[in-house]
């Protein structure tokens, strides 16, 4: 289970600078989802907002292809793509979208119990804390063995992580995700994370 939270004003605004679609989930919002808060958000800037899906379950990923399917132009009229969902929801996204810019509108905070329909080809590890907006949709918590924020460990052999040599280091999938869409300047401008553990509220 779970729980999700808007992010700061601030950081919503800078999102709608531009022409922007959005996702919206509804999988876990029997728990908590900031539904009131996206709908008024919508209202505000829907001058920038090309389309909108919602949808139950966005963590499916043939499921969330359907209702993009139905949507093609929008998306393509779009400059970025919002996703308010969990941190999976926004992974799934990204992984549709490869080209674009797709961030997450929500922090997600855990919960005991089972998460959505994922089948965790893309996981979120329901930091409190969604770094997605600075890593291109590829979550450096999960991706990375060691769930590093500030870049590469530097061990990396042959593409794969020196921890897990059965999986890619996540940091050049980061890496090759944000040059694919022309945003690794990220990596310079925001060039530390600092992760408030606080966030985490295991064991509530
Ligand atoms: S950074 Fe990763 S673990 Fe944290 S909320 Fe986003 S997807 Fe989940
Ligand atoms: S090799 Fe890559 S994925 Fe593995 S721990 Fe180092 S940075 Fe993380």
Same mark, same amino acid.
């Given at each position: 289970?779970?729980?999700?939270? #808007?992010?700061?004003?601030?950081?919503?605004?800078?999102?709608?600078?531009?022409?922007?679609?959005?996702? !919206?989930? $509804?999988?876990?919002?029997?728990? $908590?989802? &900031?539904?009131?808060? %996206?709908? @008024?958000?919508? !209202?505000?800037?829907?001058?920038?907002?090309?389309?909108? %899906?919602?949808?139950?379950?966005?963590?499916?990923?043939?499921?969330?292809?359907?209702?993009?399917? =139905?949507?093609?132009?929008?998306?393509?009229?779009? !400059?970025?793509?919002? %996703?308010?969902?969990?941190? *999976?929801?926004?992974?799934?996204?990204? =992984?549709?979208?490869?080209?674009?810019?797709? *961030?997450?509108?929500?922090?997600?905070?855990?919960?005991?119990?089972?998460?959505?329909?994922?089948?965790?080809?893309?996981?979120?590890?329901?930091?409190?804390?969604?770094?997605?907006?600075?890593?291109?949709?590829?979550? &450096?918590?999960?991706?990375?063995? =060691?769930?590093?924020? /500030?870049? &590469?460990?530097?061990?990396? !052999? /042959?593409?794969?992580? +020196?921890?897990?040599?059965?999986?890619?280091?996540?940091?050049?999938?980061?890496?090759?995700?944000?040059?694919?869409?022309? @945003? +690794?300047?990220? #990596? =310079?401008?925001?060039?530390?994370?600092?992760?408030?553990? +606080? @966030?985490?509220?295991?064991?509530?």
């Amino acid at each position: 289970m779970l729980i999700t939270k #808007l992010k700061s004003q601030q950081e919503l605004d800078r999102y709608f600078d531009k022409r922007v679609f959005i996702f !919206k989930c $509804y999988g876990c919002s029997e728990i $908590y989802f &900031p539904e009131e808060e %996206v709908n @008024k958000l919508i !209202k505000e800037k829907n001058e920038k907002i090309t389309g909108l %899906v919602e949808i139950d379950y966005l963590c499916n990923e043939d499921f969330a292809k359907k209702y993009i399917e =139905k949507n093609t132009d929008e998306i393509q009229n779009a !400059k970025g793509i919002i %996703v308010f969902s969990c941190g *999976v929801g926004v992974q799934v996204v990204a =992984k549709i979208f490869e080209k674009s810019m797709v *961030v997450p509108g929500c922090d997600t905070f855990y919960l005991n119990g089972f998460q959505g329909l994922t089948v965790l080809d893309c996981d979120c590890n329901q930091c409190g804390q969604c770094y997605l907006n600075y890593t291109g949709g590829v979550c &450096p918590i999960t991706s990375c063995a =060691k769930s590093l924020l /500030n870049g &590469p460990c530097g061990g990396a !052999k /042959n593409r794969k992580c +020196e921890v897990n040599p059965e999986i890619d280091c996540g940091w050049i999938l980061i890496y090759e995700r944000l040059k694919k869409i022309n @945003k +690794e300047s990220i #990596l =310079k401008e925001k060039n530390y994370f600092v992760r408030d553990f +606080e @966030k985490i509220i295991k064991g509530i």
